[in-house]
């Protein structure tokens, strides 16, 4: 086993897709089935199962970070690891990769020197809070954000309760609970009056989604489980973001041709995107993000964002009712969209599959990772704070 997986860090190989303007005649014909078609990869599903037993034991949890190669930035005071190197205590992780994907995506170069932003499944606020910092160090000003999450019911949903002070500081950060009061996003009454309050702002110049469940009760079916909440937020977000405007999608696997054809819609209403996992992100997870630059004006696009949306909007209906959307989206797609989607899982797979080995390892062989790991974790975790401008402390030998 390799103690360290060597590869490039993600920020240094991005690569961007242009897909092109879609005009058409009719739009695709989209069918409906009850059947869940997976494509997942046999081995990944095995190595995924193997987890299970590492839960039930309570190692999983210190395996996956051990594992991960900038865990040091930001331990959230895990006595089992050392310190955070980080000087900034973020109201969640999701700060620093909100950080990373703000850099990857370049936002602020064309970001107005005051924008909206717009949040689904946000609390407890950390990517808010990135936007917010990174939006002081550039001299710019966000001028509102509106962000609707799920109002906690058990510990299991993050709230605002940490948020207090954050939120006490930034009196334009407005906070949303739609109709019933619940912050229930598949409620179409709730997504109306949040797509409402942001459309009166004059819509959004960025919108995140950033939302996700509880999947250790079984890994291998989480793309199944989370399509219904993604097909949400993307409807809520073309809805609420202003042309040119930037996408950010906290997705996960996308093995299936429902996820498939989903990601391809969504590609076409943007001049760019890409499917990025950063750093920040545990390589043993399938967690990755959308990320779309320059929404395209309906008007300028042979309506078919419009289209689109309303397709997606289809699609969500159906999600509620347990049925799933197939196309066929090879004849739809062209061979570079096909290929980068292609290429993108099969690299992401293997890596996994290479990861969580290695966290199998750790979790059986916890010293190993203080002789063998610790320096190169430590030199990635602060080359991280070096490049992404995070304040780090002095370094310190253990």
């Not at 936002?107 to 407890?124: I, N, T, Y």
């Not at 054809?261 to 209403?269: E, G, I, K, M, P």
């Not at 916890?366 to 790991?373: A, F, M, N, Q, R």
Request: hydrophobic fraction near 40%; aromatic fraction near 12%.
């Amino acid at each position: 086993m390799d103690s360290i997986i060597q590869e490039k860090p993600p920020w240094k190989t991005v690569e961007y897709i242009q897909s092109p303007v879609w005009t058409f005649v009719s739009f695709p014909e989209i069918t409906y089935s009850e059947n869940w078609v997976s494509n997942d990869n046999a081995d990944i599903i095995a190595v995924k199962d193997k987890i299970k037993a590492l839960d039930k034991d309570k190692i999983w949890e210190l395996a996956k970070k051990m594992v991960n190669k900038y865990e040091l930035v930001y331990t959230h005071n895990d006595e089992r690891l050392p310190p955070s190197i980080s000087l900034i205590t973020p109201l969640s992780r999701s700060f620093f990769k909100m950080v990373e994907i703000l850099h990857v995506m370049q936002f602020f170069k064309d970001a107005p020197a005051k924008f909206v932003s717009a949040h689904v499944a946000e609390g407890p606020g950390g990517f808010i809070q990135a936007l917010y910092t990174l939006t002081e160090n550039e001299k710019k000003k966000v001028s509102n954000s509106v962000a609707i999450t799920l109002k906690p019911t058990n510990h299991h949903i993050p709230g605002w309760k940490k948020s207090y002070n954050f939120l006490l500081r930034n009196k334009q950060v407005h906070l949303h609970y739609g109709v019933d009061g619940t912050g229930d996003i598949y409620k179409t009454e709730n997504q109306a009056s949040y797509i409402a309050e942001v459309g009166r702002l004059g819509g959004a110049h960025i919108f995140t989604a950033d939302g996700g469940f509880d999947f250790s009760n079984d890994y291998t079916l989480q793309e199944m489980q989370i399509f219904h909440l993604l097909l949400s937020s993307i409807t809520i977000g073309l809805r609420v973001l202003r042309p040119g405007g930037f996408f950010v999608l906290k997705m996960f696997d996308c093995a299936a041709s429902h996820t498939k054809l989903l990601v391809l819609l969504l590609s076409r209403c943007f001049k760019a995107w890409t499917l990025y996992k950063p750093a920040m992100t545990r390589p043993c997870n399938s967690e990755r993000y959308f990320l779309g630059m320059g929404l395209r004006a309906n008007v300028n696009s042979g309506n078919s964002i419009k289209l689109i949306t309303e397709a997606l909007i289809h699609m969500e209906q159906q999600a509620a009712k347990g049925l799933f959307p197939w196309a066929d989206f090879t004849s739809i797609f062209t061979p570079a969209e096909m290929a980068y989607l292609e290429a993108h899982n099969r690299a992401g797979v293997d890596l996994q599959i290479r990861y969580i080995q290695n966290a199998i390892f750790l979790a059986k062989n916890p010293d190993v990772w203080k002789t063998e790991c610790y320096e190169e974790v430590l030199n990635k975790s602060y080359e991280w704070c070096e490049f992404f401008g995070v304040y780090a402390k002095p370094r310190i030998r253990i």
